[in-house]
Structure formats: structure tokens, C-alpha cells
């Protein structure tokens, strides 16, 4: 095997962060150099004991959480206890971690890391809002050039949004960050809502991870029975879309996911669409491509990799 692939997953736990966090644990072809959390899902207090927890469910306390922004740059924090729970990670029950919280910024350790490792050596993995990275790179414009690749969960096109009609998540909490990342020349791999609606947790998909009966899978399959019920009850699916983990598959099996590189920009004003990511599927505009957009998924050989992965914790 070649070098293991060097990654910072910056966070905002959540079941389905929960999901990739144990999917990177579970892949030697990856290197976690660090975890870095975010205001996001919930509040970042309780973000950054919900990564040490996951981390403590995977007996994997050498891996080290670093906190972030507490608010996005420059709008008030939303929060999605209605999806997550109060926790933030509702399902199994939850102790109070022991692991430390590293005493450096995550923003600083992002802006560290990227200077120490050599250029293109490091992949960022967002899986919350961009505020840290957006900030590491207002303190460190530096660093736009020294990153290998971003591959971040969020926006959505044809699949529209999921906090608003026209606005995902992780980019409406901060669209400004976003529009500074999707700005700054860094590589990305975008997976919206068009990828993630299709990787849904039926129960067959389930079931292979519900088997495992380890500490870990057990966990897990205790967040997801929580997690879906929100979508189940929203879209009337069978199962919820199971958005974080796509990020990590993507690093392990490019090839489950296919889509096209395109102009992607960021709504930041319009009260009705703000958070919006304008994706110019259809290149009509002209203008220069900044993100590979994903559109679709081979959702179940990617369930039959997150089962062989967490079957491993
Ligand atoms: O819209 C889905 C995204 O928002 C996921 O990353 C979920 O964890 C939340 O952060
Ligand atoms: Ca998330």
C-alpha cells in the first residue's frame, strides 16, 4: 500500500459525522493528522465533546480533537437539535468524554499543519460549516496554495435544500465562509444533497451494520435509528440520507461517486435564497470551474464499504 493519505476532518458532530469519523478510523489508507470541530449541528462545546466521544467509542483517544469557531464570521450560529437531538448525537447512551480537548485552535492547528507538511500533501475534510476554514485562510491566505484537495459535504442543485427551500446546511449556517472557500483556489470535491439524498439508510443497508455487534457498530446503528426519523418523517423515505460519510468514501473509492467539474457560487444576501449554491450544471455561464460537483452515488457498494470499515473498529 502506498502512504497512507494525510487528512484533517473538521466537524460539526452529528450522527452522520459520527458515521464518517468511524469510517476514516476504519480505513489504514488514511492518516487522521487531526480533528477539528465547529459550531454547527449544535453548539461547539457540545461538538467538540461529541468527537471525543466517537472517538472514545473507538478506543481511539490517539487521535486529537482540536476546537474551532464558536459562530460562523458574520451572522448569528443556527443549530439543528431538531434533526440531531439535544445532544447532537441522540441514540446510544452517551458518557462524558475523558479525553482532553487539545489547548490549540483549530484554526490555528489547520494553519499549522498545512505550513509543516509539505505542499499538496494534505486533504481537508469538512463535514459541518466552512467558518474554520475560511478563517485559516483570512489569517493564512498562504495555505490556499498548500492544500492537496477539499472535499466537503454540502449544497445541493437539482435536489434544492434542506434548511430552506433553496439553502443546505452546512453553507447556510456560514455562506460567507463558503464563499470564501469556493473563492480561494483550493481544490474541491463538493457532495451535495443530489449525492446524499441517494445514500439513504434503508434497513437492508442497516442490517449489515447492525450485525457487526461491536462497541462501535453498535453505537452507530443507535445514532442512525435516531438520526433517520427526522427525514423519514419529512420526505416519507425509507431510511435517512446519510450525508458525512460520503466525503471519507469518496477518498477510499472515487470511483462509487460520478459527477462534472463546475462554476459553483454562494448566495450570500437574498433573504429568500441565501446559503444557495448556484452550481452551473449545464456550464452556461462561462465562468471558471472552482469545484468537481458530484451527482451520483453507487449508494449500496458505499454501504457495503462503511460495514467492512466499522467492521474493523
Ligand atoms: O445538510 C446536512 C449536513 O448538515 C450534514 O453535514 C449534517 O451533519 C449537518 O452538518
Ligand atoms: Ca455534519
Given amino acids: 500500500m502506498s502512504e497512507p493519505r494525510k487528512i484533517i476532518i473538521d466537524t460539526d458532530p452529528g450522527q452522520d459525522d459520527a458515521a464518517a469519523i468511524m469510517l476514516a478510523l476504519g480505513s489504514p489508507e488514511l492518516d487522521i493528522l487531526g480533528i ?129 427551500p433553496a439553502a443546505e446546511f452546512n453553507i447556510y449556517v456560514d455562506p460567507e465562509a463558503a464563499a470564501a472557500v469556493f473563492k480561494s483556489g483550493i481544490p474541491i470535491v463538493m457532495m451535495p444533497l443530489d449525492v446524499t439524498h441517494k445514500v439513504l439508510t434503508l434497513k437492508s443497508r442497516v442490517a449489515s451494520l447492525r450485525e457487526i455487534g461491536s462497541r462501535p457498530a453498535k453505537a452507530l446503528v443507535e445514532m442512525l435509528d435516531f438520526f433517520e426519523r427526522f427525514d423519514v418523517e419529512k420526505y416519507g423515505s425509507d431510511g435517512g440520507p446519510l450525508h458525512d460519510p460520503t466525503v471519507i468514501a469518496y477518498l477510499l473509492k472515487p470511483e462509487l461517486f460520478s459527477g462534472r467539474d463546475c462554476n459553483v457560487e454562494i448566495e450570500t444576501t437574498s433573504p429568500l435564497t441565501v446559503g444557495m449554491t448556484v452550481v452551473d450544471w449545464w456550464q452556461v455561464t462561462g465562468r471558471k470551474h472552482n469545484a468537481r460537483v458530484m451527482k451520483d452515488v453507487d449508494a449500496d457498494g458505499f454501504f457495503a464499504l462503511l460495514a467492512e470499515r466499522v467492521g474493523r473498529l
Fill in 36 to 164: 477539528t470541530t465547529v459550531a454547527g449541528n449544535v453548539p461547539l462545546a457540545r461538538t467538540s465533546c461529541n468527537a471525543r466521544i466517537i472517538l472514545e467509542f473507538c478506543s481511539r483517544t490517539d487521535v486529537k480533537v482540536y476546537a474551532g469557531a464558536d459562530r460562523p464570521i458574520a451572522r448569528p450560529l443556527v443549530t439543528a437539535e431538531h434533526v440531531h437531538g439535544k445532544t447532537g448525537l441522540d441514540g446510544p447512551e452517551l458518557h462524558e468524554p475523558q479525553m482532553p480537548l487539545e489547548a490549540r485552535h483549530a484554526v490555528d492547528f489547520i494553519i499549522e499543519t498545512l505550513r509543516r507538511e509539505p505542499a499538496g500533501t494534505v486533504t481537508l475534510c469538512t463535514l459541518g460549516p466552512l467558518t474554520n476554514i475560511a478563517t485559516a485562510l483570512e489569517k493564512a491566505p498562504d495555505i490556499a496554495g498548500r492544500v492537496r484537495e477539499l472535499v466537503m459535504m454540502g449544497g445541493g442543485f437539482f435536489e434544492g435544500g434542506n434548511i430552506t
